[in-house]
Each structure stands twice: as structure tokens, then as C-alpha cells.
T-cell receptor, first 110, second 113 residues
Framework: AQSVAQPEDQVNVAEGNPLTVKCTYS??????LFWYVQYPNRGLQFLLKYITGDNLVKGSYGFEAEFNKSQTSFHLKKPSALVSDSALYFC????????FGAGTTVTVRA | EAQVTQNPRYLITVTGKKLTVTCSQN?????MSWYRQDPGLGLRQIYY???????DKGDVPEGYKVSRKEKRNFPLILESPSPNQTSLYFCASGLQGNTGELFFGEGSRLTVL
């Protein structure tokens, strides 16, 4: 069985500070990993994905994510957060199907 | 503009009154899927379709029906809605084989009284 966990319901950071949103996964094979963002009253938007290759993946809006196979993690990062990054973030894993985590609400205060 | 369009965006209905939420995509995607989003539970897949006339159950299919008669359309049907189907629904589409990179609609907020 495959699963994905986002251990933090909420993350609060000050604008300009680094932002990290955590994600761990469990799959039987090699994972495809994804991050999506949902702004208020909008649908989810694809941010980035890891399929194979370099463990550091760069995506939209200055976000990046680091794949760590030994820790089965795929944390989302941004070096300098903006107020406009405040949103709901979903990690997802695809083995035989695409499964989403419960989501992490990010609040960036000015 | 590439998009997934859902209608209605908001709906309040009563128990047992059949309703359909439409979904249309203009990207010629083979794969389409319906999800429901509930607080603390993330997104759960209701049904998906790999291509025209090919549909399959997701994780929470009970109480829902779908059809895929045309490539662009994937309506979600609630034959007899119940209050536990009150939720935020999303339609998504993607390239053949469900690569995991999906395009989502804006969502349909359904309330069943």
C-alpha cells in the first residue's frame, strides 16, 4: 500500500525567512513525487515533481524540493518566503495510483 | 487558454434530489478524475477515466456515478445526494497514463441539506 504524510497542519513564517513544508511517503516501488498548491477559492496547481535523477528539483514560483530516499521524504522549500506564498500545499505520491496528503496550510506574515 | 471547467461552482440542494456536476477540459487529455476535498482528509479520489468509455472506481465511489462519452467531458452524477456528500469537489485532467501531473478545475462546493 502507498501513503503520503504531511506531519504539520500549519506552518507559519515571516516574510523573507526560509520556508519548509514536510512530506514523507511510503511506496513499494520507485516513487513519483509531486507538490501542488491551492490558493483560496481556487483549484490545485502543479508546482513540481520528482521522477528520477537529481535529488533537488526546482519548480514554479521559486520553490524547490529535495528527494531523500533513505528518509523517504520529499520536503518543499523556498529560500525566502513571500506573503503571496500563503496557501494550502499538498504533497502527492504516485506508485500504482496518485495519493494526496492531507495538506499543510502555510501562512507568511508581513 | 488551457483549462478545466466545472459547473456549478456552488450548489445547495436537498437530500435525494439528483444532481450533476459537469466537467470539461480543452487540452485533449485522455485521463480525467474526480476528487472530493474534506478538511483534514486531503483529496480523495472518487472515480477516474483513462479514456473515452473507460471509467473506474477510486477510493470513495459510493453514492456517485460518472460517464465518459466524449473525451473532453466527465460529468459527476449524484443520483440521491445525502448530507455526507457535502464537500468541495474537484475535476482534474492529465496526459495518458496518469503521469501524476494534473490540471484541476476551480472546484464545486456542494451542500446537501
Amino acid at each position: 500500500a502507498q501513503s503520503v504524510a504531511q506531519p504539520e497542519d500549519q506552518v507559519n513564517v515571516a516574510e523573507g525567512n526560509p520556508l519548509t513544508v514536510k512530506c514523507t511517503y511510503s511506496v513499494s516501488g520507485n516513487p513519483y513525487l509531486f507538490w501542488y498548491v491551492q490558493y483560496p477559492n481556487r483549484g490545485l496547481q502543479f508546482l513540481l515533481k520528482y521522477i528520477t535523477g537529481d535529488n533537488l528539483v526546482k519548480g514554479s514560483y521559486g520553490f524547490e524540493a529535495e528527494f531523500n530516499k533513505s528518509q523517504t521524504s520529499f520536503h518543499l522549500k523556498k529560500p525566502s518566503a513571500l506573503v503571496s506564498d500563503s496557501a494550502l500545499y499538498f504533497c502527492a505520491v504516485k506508485d500504482y495510483k496518485l495519493s494526496f496528503g492531507a495538506g499543510t496550510t502555510v501562512t507568511v506574515r508581513a | 487558454e488551457a483549462q478545466v471547467t466545472q459547473n456549478p461552482r456552488y450548489l445547495i440542494t436537498v437530500t435525494g434530489k439528483k444532481l450533476t456536476v459537469t466537467c470539461s477540459q480543452n487540452m485533449n487529455h485522455e485521463y480525467m478524475s474526480w476528487y472530493r476535498q474534506d478538511p483534514g482528509l486531503g483529496l480523495r479520489q472518487i472515480y477516474y477515466s483513462m479514456n473515452v468509455e473507460v471509467t473506474d472506481k477510486g477510493d470513495v465511489p459510493e453514492g456517485y456515478k460518472v460517464s465518459r462519452k466524449e473525451k473532453r467531458n466527465f460529468p459527476l452524477i449524484l443520483e440521491s445526494p445525502s448530507p455526507n456528500q457535502t464537500s468541495l469537489y474537484f475535476c482534474a485532467s492529465g496526459l495518458q497514463g496518469n503521469t501524476g501531473e494534473l490540471f484541476f478545475g476551480e472546484g464545486s462546493r456542494l451542500t446537501v441539506l
